[in-house]
């Protein structure tokens, strides 16, 4: 199975700041099948980027991803109140489907 | 709008069944666009994918479940179930429904999840 390894496991800023979330594939991820999640306490996750770069329905555009192969990036640009949350990455290019430890991105 | 919502017992005994439903509400299950999911998430922990259905009937599911998993339709009641064979205390997580275009494969829309405790 596709293994997710996402780092930092704990990312502290303040509002404004931007912040730079990283998920590493152990194969290539096939198609660029590679989602974001944000999930907050309580709650169920919520889908913010499929293939890899496009935002899903709603989602503010300082909410950004990219990459390709093995190496995935989200970002956001700057970091509003409620952006503070855990991040989830995810591939649906293989069988498994497989999901990433999570980012948790707090405030400073 | 579509909404998923996830029903069964917050406890379960071990060795027992474990059996979850999913009402889905504002569009249908019977549609070629979507596959019906479940993911489970351990206290604390990540997520894990369980398994998936088609509206044709076709499943598939994760193989670190082996044949535990069974996931079926109920078109009448536009409603989707899990059942998960003799649980363990491994099996304690919140359980959340969720939806996947047929073209892609990311979680799209989710049930708000629903715990379950295996514990005798």
């Known amino acids: 199975e596709v293994v997710l390894t996402q780092s930092p496991g704990t990312l502290s800023l303040s509002p404004g700041e931007g912040a730079t979330l990283s998920c590493r594939a152990s194969q290539t991820v096939s198609s660029s099948y590679l989602a974001w999640y944000q999930q907050k306490p309580g709650q169920a996750p919520r889908l913010l980027i499929y293939g890899t770069s496009s935002r899903a329905t709603g989602i503010p555009d300082r909410f950004s991803g990219s990459g390709s192969g093995t190496d995935f990036t989200l970002t956001i640009s700057s970091l509003e109140p409620e952006d503070f949350a855990f991040y989830y990455c995810?591939?649906?290019?293989?069988?498994?489907?497989?999901f990433g430890g999570g980012t948790k991105v707090d405030i400073k | 709008q579509v909404q998923l919502q996830e029903s069964g017992p917050g406890l379960v005994k071990p060795s027992q069944t474990l059996s979850l439903t999913c009402a889905v509400s504002?569009?249908?299950?019977?549609?070629?666009?979507?596959?019906w999911s479940w993911i489970r998430q351990h206290p604390g922990k990540g997520l894990e994918w369980i398994g998936y259905i088609f509206y044709s009937g076709n499943t598939y599911h994760n193989p670190s479940l082996k044949s535990r998993v069974t996931i079926s339709l109920d078109t009448s009641r536009n409603q989707f179930s899990l059942k998960l064979s003799s649980v363990t205390a491994a099996d304690t997580a919140i359980y959340f429904c969720?939806?996947?275009?047929?073209?892609?494969?990311?979680?799209?829309?989710w049930g708000q999840g629903t715990m379950v405790t295996v514990s005798s």
């Open positions: 995810q591939q649906y290019g293989d069988s498994p489907l497989t």
């Open positions: 969720a939806r996947v275009p047929r073209i892609g494969g990311s979680f799209d829309i």
């Open positions: 504002g569009g249908s299950i019977n549609s070629g666009d979507y596959f």
